[in-house]
């Protein structure tokens, strides 16, 4: 049996109890290096396989699971964050499922979740934004036409950038020509809940400054939108003048 896992966002005890579990249940577990942080394989067991996917090929990868399976062991696939973002999983599923090997899927706290965390930050504000885009610029890897920086940004919706911090003049570029204004508050977000996390914080116009400013390349998320200003509606779940199922609103 093979067990995806999410790793959460970076800090070790942002695992879920689940995930904790599985991993120290595992016989081989394979983690990706280069994002996850190696705190986490403290809780595995002792005699534990342990591979750094980071040095792998996904061929590789499946020659270690068939391995396991064949001497009857658990594996744990230790993805950083949750799986479903970034995570390169669909490919391996489908190669599981040709291969007939079982599999199931434990989330994980994304790091977008983390950095929101971090910055004290709600991505969906009344009167500010109700929509999260996760999106990241085209670099070595494309994305689709029609997802492109410039034609997102004209939603003036919260947007979190992941694998971008080092295409953030491009991205400034686009951001702006989209429609987002030079004033819109932005930050980024390095290492998000790791011990060494740091936040800056600055504006669609000084975005691509504060990234080279502070010899950001990598495991940066960045986060545009009104969502991080100071104008915003308040809720009415919790207006007293909103009537709910579970209350009657004062009289106006």
Known sequence: MVHFVGAGSGAADLITVRGARLLGEADVVIYAGSLVNPALLQYTKPGCAIHNSAEMTLEQVLAVIKAAEERGQATVRLHTGDS???????EQFDQLEELGIPYDVCPGVSSFCGAAASLRAEYTLPGVSQTVIITRAAGRTPVPEGESIRALASHQASMVLFLSASLAGKLQEDLLAGGYAPDTP???VYKATWPEEKLFRCTVGTLAQTVAGNGLTKTSLLIVGGCLGGGYLRSKLYD??????YRKG???
């Open 240 to 245: 007293p003048g909103f009537t709910t199922e």
């Open 186 to 188: 932005a930050a980024v």
């Open 250 to 252: 004062a009289e106006a």
């Open 84 to 90: 479903s973002i970034y995570g390169a999983v669909r």
